[in-house]
């Protein structure tokens, strides 16, 4: 004998499956990714079968999915508030939840690189770093900030380290210095931030541009 189709499953048990994956989440069974993922393949399901997958690796705290209720028997919806946001409005959520995740990761990882800087670090905010006449070597950090490095005129700057999320700049201090021209490399290094390489000369006119600004 052939076997019967399998009923099809609708919205009820789509939701009862999503609150207790949602109750999960919550409760920290599951993290915000994967409820994502799960909450999607829920409102995809079709039938029964589709839906245990999600919740099999759950505690019993919650119905499991109901079964297909027999024809003229009364569904009662569950007494529980049920999310009414759409996948989308739970992809963003969990979009979200791993950007912020990432930042706080990339920030704990080279916060010690930053904060051990030989010359400084720019944590939330902003630092100016003096090259002295004759120094070679400098180090700065930088983490949610900027840091401007100011090298004497007629040096020959360098750059070198790696900027997460940010940036480091050097155009008329790294431009060509004739043979013989003193030197000093500038080592940046640190997240979502920038350093920027200036020469004494082009520091004093932006010191001068920010003076006029508050003039006006």
């Not at 109750?23 to 999607?40: F, K, N, P, S, V």
């Not at 999600?54 to 569904?75: H, I, N, Y």
């Amino acid at each position: 004998m052939d076997t019967p189709p399998e009923p099809r499953i609708g919205d009820r048990e789509r939701r009862e499956v999503d609150e207790r994956l949602r109750r999960a989440q919550d409760a920290g069974m599951i993290t915000l990714a994967e409820y994502d993922e799960r909450a999607q393949a829920c409102y995809a399901a079709r039938y029964r079968r589709d839906l245990e997958p999600l919740v099999a690796d759950l505690p019993d705290d919650a119905p499991a999915p109901s079964p297909p209720a027999e024809r003229g028997t009364a569904v009662v919806e569950p007494a529980w508030h049920t999310d009414t946001r759409t996948p989308e409005q739970r992809r963003q959520r969990g979009f979200k939840g791993l950007l912020v995740a990432a930042v706080i990761g990339v920030a704990a990882i080279v916060a010690p690189g930053v904060l051990s800087a030989d010359n400084g670090a720019a944590v939330f905010g902003s630092r100016v770093v003096q090259v002295a006449p004759g120094q070679t070597d400098v180090a700065v950090g930088v983490l949610f900030g900027s840091t401007k490095v100011v090298v004497p005129d007629g040096t020959q700057a360098s750059t070198s380290g790696t900027t997460i999320f940010g940036s480091t700049n050097c155009d008329t201090a790294c431009a060509p210095e004739p043979p013989g021209a003193p030197q000093v490399q500038v080592s940046g290094r640190g997240a979502f931030g920038s350093v920027q390489v200036l020469t004494a000369s082009e520091f004093a006119q932006d010191r001068a541009g920010d003076r006029d600004r508050d003039d006006d």
